[in-house]
């Protein structure tokens, strides 16, 4: 009994540096952070340049079709999205038949014959207007909007002449 001795327990596991698996487990969570961090940025960001496009939608919704100036005030909003996506150069000085093209081509839809006759048309003549052609052109002002493809961006330059041109 006399060479018996106390236990003895041994020392207690360090706590610094962690296992290899709680590295990984530390990098995946970050790395979740960072993920979760850049698809809220990119979700921010493409809602921000979408805005116009609500806004647009809303004004064209609040256009009295049976009014006389009707046609001029959706023309107005469609030219205003136009210039505002395409630039002054490309969108801002077309009228007639080019300005029905160009919305064509660039909504990816053909315009209906009475929002056609809406722009080419009664959109000149005050006197003579019909609710039906601008209930139709309305209606294809507001597909426009949602639809009309994104141009590719503007360089620096563009921008700078752009509004120097103003």
């Known amino acids: 009994m ?14 610094w540096p962690p296992a290899p698996g709680w590295w990984l487990l530390a990098a995946l969570i970050a790395a979740l952070f960072i993920l979760a961090a850049l698809w809220i940025q990119h ?12 806004e647009a939608v809303h ?3 609040e256009v009295d079709v049976e009014s006389p100036r009707a046609t001029e005030e959706l023309n107005e909003i469609l030219k205003r999205v136009a210039v505002t996506s395409y630039g002054r150069r490309r969108a801002g000085n077309l009228t007639g038949q080019q300005w029905v093209a160009f919305l ?3 909504g990816g839809t053909p ?9 080419l048309e009664e959109l000149y003549r005050r006197d003579r207007f019909r609710i039906e052609s601008n209930s139709a052109l309305q209606q294809f002002a507001i597909d426009w909007v949602h639809r009309h493809k994104q141009p590719t961006r503007f360089s620096g330059r ?3 002449a752009e509004v120097e041109s103003v």
Do not use: K
């Open 158 to 160: 563009q921008v700078t």
């Open 111 to 119: 315009c209906p014959a009475d929002a056609r006759t809406a722009l």
């Open 43 to 54: 979700r921010r960001e493409r809602a921000r340049r979408g805005r116009y496009r609500q």
């Open 59 to 61: 004004l064209l919704q």
């Open 2 to 15: 006399a060479q018996l001795r106390d236990i003895h327990e041994p020392a207690p596991l360090a706590w």
């Open 104 to 106: 064509e081509e660039s």
